[in-house]
């Protein structure tokens, strides 16, 4: 079975502080992603990677940033958390093959007060 | 420019009435279409992939059909355990990137 861990399922944090959201996944995967999930929004791309210390923009990158070192970890940066920063953070994987298929971490929920 | 567009946004059925739920979308080359199943505060669960058109999937009360435009999401007889939201993804033959639908929230009353 396919496993995508993140660090948290439920974070609070101050207006300004720096967070770190990290994601794990055990399956040797290529791709690597995050999104963000807030209601009425759907799932929304921040950024996604193809590759170790590779990285591109999604659709919604600013206020974020990202780190893969390893091929198995893929970190998103809140550089300076705001409010409208609260959402459902999810990570996912997949294989980047013919038959990619995207597989999701159980999700962080991040509130910034 | 690539999007998925889900119907309806919520659904209420009976315990046992079978409804089908829409996921149409448009792409520059169809690569796969993805069916996931999100509880709430949870992160979405891999139901099916669909590569071409007349493809079906099925799993349990579940079944997945595809089209040059469309994809549904039957759902036979259901119960109460089957309430979620159902997601849908495309992803297009060139690039990484997986483009989802805003979900249909199904609600199964006993």
């Known amino acids: 079975d396919v496993k995508v861990t993140q660090s948290s399922r439920y974070l609070v944090k101050r207006t300004g502080e720096k967070v770190f959201l990290e994601c794990v996944q055990d399956?040797?995967?290529?791709?690597m992603f995050w999104y963000r999930q807030d209601p009425g929004l759907g799932l929304r791309l921040i950024y996604f990677?193809?590759?170790?210390?590779?990285?591109e923009k999604g659709d919604i990158p600013e206020g974020y940033s990202v780190s893969r070192e390893k091929k198995e970890r893929f970190s998103l940066i809140l550089e300076s958390a705001s409010t409208n920063q609260t959402s459902m953070y999810l990570c996912?994987?997949?294989?980047?093959?013919?038959?990619?298929?995207?597989?999701f971490g159980p999700g962080t929920r991040l509130t910034v007060t | 420019e690539d999007q998925v567009t889900q119907s309806p946004e919520a659904l209420r059925l009976q315990e046992g009435e079978s409804s089908s739920l829409n996921c149409s979308y448009t792409?520059?080359?169809?690569?796969?279409l993805f069916w996931y199943r999100q509880d709430p505060g949870k992160g979405p669960e891999f139901l099916f992939t669909?590569?071409?058109a007349g493809e079906e999937k099925e799993k349990e009360r579940l079944k997945a059909t595809l089209t040059k435009k469309e994809s549904f999401l039957h759902i036979t007889a259901p119960k109460p355990e089957d309430s979620a939201t159902y997601l849908c993804?495309?992803?297009?033959?060139?690039?990484?990137?997986?483009?989802f639908g805003t979900g249909t929230s199904l609600t199964v009353i006993p």
């Open positions: 399956m040797d995967h290529e791709n």
């Open positions: 993804a495309v992803q297009a033959l060139l690039g990484n990137q997986f483009y």
């Open positions: 669909l590569y071409s």
């Open positions: 996912a994987s997949s294989t980047g093959d013919s038959f990619d298929v995207p597989y």
């Open positions: 792409v520059s080359g169809l690569r796969g």
């Open positions: 990677s193809y590759d170790v210390k590779m990285k």
